[in-house]
């Protein structure tokens, strides 16, 4: 039994006696007031004694985000850190959160309420054929494996020091350089010419620490890299005459000194090598997809999917 004094003159609303009310019916007691004029009030309660078994409940259920959330979407991914980065960078209007394993990005899961999970590895051949795909996660969250582009061939090793994606702002950019300290003549080269004037002029604001010279294409660079000697060169890779890797292969055959070379491209590592990226990509969920969630993702995929076709060759007088 339990009771609490009401002081006269109170400015409360009465509100805590309802909820107190409520309380105490759901355990199955009952509640009265005891009053006194000028002395005040008792308030008492009994509870029933009867022991009543309990059980664990299971995790409540993941909720839907509500229709007016302003926050961005989150996703979570699984890996190392740098296909976080890889993806950020990318994909406006997300926030990913990075996962070492799959026990970690299932707890993110409960907690974070994504989107969606993204784990970057391929389909093993044995999933392929299974008419069931594995399970990943318990909870009715869209799963999406494959292999994301985050490695550098062999020769694109050789040939680059580091390889960072566009849009590249001025923290990634000088952490890149901060890789060189010896680096003080830097050429950048680039088609997109506002591009490659705000390069420099983010060099340039570093308190004259560096001297900066820009080309717009391949031969030009190639002038102006014997001019100016440079210690480090930004290389776009998708440039007309003279296209990026050819140029650093130039660049690194006739450099009297040592220098550094790092790609600033709007291309992924390893694009023109088809041997070495993802061969699947698979979405799976446990709630299943809807007629139109399938077709949403058929239309998607039509959309940015095109065959390679070889065309055969002709014989003649055939």
């Known amino acids: ?27 199955g007691g009952r509640i009265w007031a005891e009053s006194e004029v000028g002395k005040g009030s008792t308030f008492s309660f009994s509870l029933p004694r009867a022991e009543k078994q309990v059980a664990m409940l299971p995790p409540p ?30 994909i406006e209007g997300v926030q990913f959160l990075s996962a070492p394993d799959l026990r970690e990005a299932r707890k993110l899961v409960r907690q974070e309420h994504p989107q969606a999970l993204i784990l970057n590895r391929p389909l093993e051949m044995e999933d392929l054929g299974s008419p069931v795909p594995p399970l990943i996660l318990e909870e009715p969250v869209p799963v999406v494996q494959c292999a994301l582009p985050l490695g550098r061939s062999r020769s694109e090793t050789e ?5 960072l994606v566009k849009p ?12 060189f300290p010896r680096a003080r003549r830097i050429l950048v080269v680039d088609d997109d010419v506002p591009f490659a004037h705000l390069i420099q002029r983010i060099l340039e604001a570093q308190e004259g620490r560096f001297q900066v010279a820009t080309a717009h294409d391949g031969r030009s660079a190639l002038r102006l890299a014997e001019e100016f000697s440079p210690d480090l060169v930004l290389l776009d890779i998708a ?31 390893d694009m023109g090598e088809t041997s070495s990226g993802a061969r699947t990509f698979a979405v799976t969920s446990l709630m299943g997809f809807s007629e139109e969630e399938l077709l949403a993702l058929i239309r998607a995929c039509l959309h940015h999917l095109r065959p390679a076709y070889v065309a055969e060759p002709v014989v003649a007088g055939s």
């Open 1 to 27: 039994q339990g009771a609490a004094g009401n002081s006269l003159g109170s400015a409360g609303k009465g509100l805590g006696l309802a909820i107190a009310k409520r309380f105490v019916a759901m355990h």
């Open 61 to 90: 259920p993941l909720l839907p985000l509500s229709s007016t959330q302003t926050d961005p979407p989150t996703v979570v991914v699984v890996d190392n850190g740098r296909a976080v980065t890889l993806l950020s960078r990318r």
């Open 159 to 163: 040939l680059f020091d580091d390889w």
């Open 168 to 179: 590249v702002g001025a923290e990634v950019l000088l952490s890149a350089i901060s890789a």
């Open 239 to 269: 440039l007309p005459g003279l296209e990026g890797r050819e140029l650093a292969t130039v660049l690194r055959q006739r450099a009297s000194q040592e220098v550094a070379i790092i790609a600033v491209t709007a291309l992924q590592p």
